[in-house]
Nanobody, 126 residues
Framework: QVQLVESGGGLVQPGDSVRLSCALF????????MAWFRQAPGKERKFLAA????????HYADSVKGQFTISRDSAKKLVYLQGNSLKPEDTAVYYC???????????????????WGQGTQVTVSS
């Protein structure tokens, strides 16, 4: 049973950076595409970034390109999300997700991911 555990959220000031981590338990890292989503209060969960299991290629939502970076440490079974120049509108619960990877497509919809972490709150406020 795959389990995902996020960490690294908290209260940050506008303009600050944050680095979120997601640890995968219960399975090998191999074969899983990993992604980050976020959900603000009263809004739907939105795709931010994904990293594929085979080549490690990265994909981003247009709205966060250049602001967020996804990366991984396969040996430690960790996925990271680095966010820079944070704004109050980046305030949300950030979720890590995993799904058996496909070499043909990159999944960007929440319904395409089988496993989810519990989420970590990031609040951007002065």
């Amino acid at each position: 049973q795959v389990q995902l555990v996020e960490s690294g959220g908290g209260l940050v000031q506008p303009g600050d950076s944050v680095r979120l981590s997601c640890a995968l338990f219960g399975s090998s890292f191999s074969g899983y595409d990993m992604a980050w989503f976020r959900q603000a209060p009263g809004k739907e969960r939105k795709f931010l970034a994904a990293i594929t299991w085979n080549s490690g290629s990265t994909h981003y939502a247009d709205s966060v390109k250049g602001q967020f970076t996804i990366s991984r440490d396969s040996a430690k079974k960790l996925v990271y999300l680095q966010g820079n120049s944070l704004k109050p509108e980046d305030t949300a619960v950030y979720y890590c997700a995993a799904t058996p990877g496909s070499s043909l497509v990159v999944y960007t919809s929440p319904g395409e991911y089988d496993y989810w972490g519990q989420g970590t709150q990031v609040t951007v406020s002065s």
